[in-house]
């Protein structure tokens, strides 16, 4: 499937900046199989430099893609006969402010845990006991991200990222 951007204005209109609470966005499809993930940072940092975005969140961003890209192709056998079963889809998005989000939509995943964090030993919150069990990734994820999250929907789950 092809890559889908907002709306350009039609020509021969001036260009306008983009509407407030508008981010640039660029989505396409990644195989889910093992050229998923290369595909993913590929398209994030393509999006990113397009956008003229600096090289450190560039770096991070293409970073989270590819973790979150991982995960998604790790269960993308899980359903067989999934409409979209050999595909995942990969989004960015970059917000007037500079905020940079990742998206991923993938198969269903029961073991994606909550982003909120699990109590620690000491009592406080600990945002990385509730992965232990789960890849290494989503570590990753949730130690160079500003936020993430997670969302059950009914064709399978979306995880995004932000920077």
Excluded: F, K, N
Excluded at 15 to 20: E, F, K, T, V
Excluded at 39 to 49: D, K
Excluded at 69 to 81: F, N, S
Excluded at 139 to 144: F, G, K, P, R, T
């Amino acid at each position: 499937m092809a890559d889908h951007e907002c709306p350009e204005p039609r020509p021969g209109r001036q260009r306008s900046a983009r509407p407030p609470g508008r981010p640039r966005l660029l989505a396409r499809y990644v195989q889910a199989g093992p050229e998923g993930p290369r595909e993913a940072r590929a398209h994030v940092r393509a999006a990113l430099a397009r956008w003229h975005v600096d090289p450190s969140t560039t770096d991070t961003a293409t970073l989270l893609a590819s973790e979150i890209v991982t995960h998604a192709v790790r269960h993308a056998g899980a359903e067989p006969g999934r409409p979209d079963a050999d595909r995942v889809r990969c989004q960015v998005e970059h917000w007037q402010r500079g905020a940079v989000r990742v998206t991923v939509q993938g198969p269903p995943c029961r073991c994606m845990p909550s982003p909120r964090p699990a109590p620690s030993a000491e009592g406080g919150r600990d945002p990385v006991a509730s992965l232990r069990e789960y890849a290494r990734g989503l570590e990753i994820v949730v130690a160079l991200s500003d936020a993430w999250g997670t969302r059950q929907t009914g064709s399978g789950q979306t995880v995004w990222a932000q920077v």
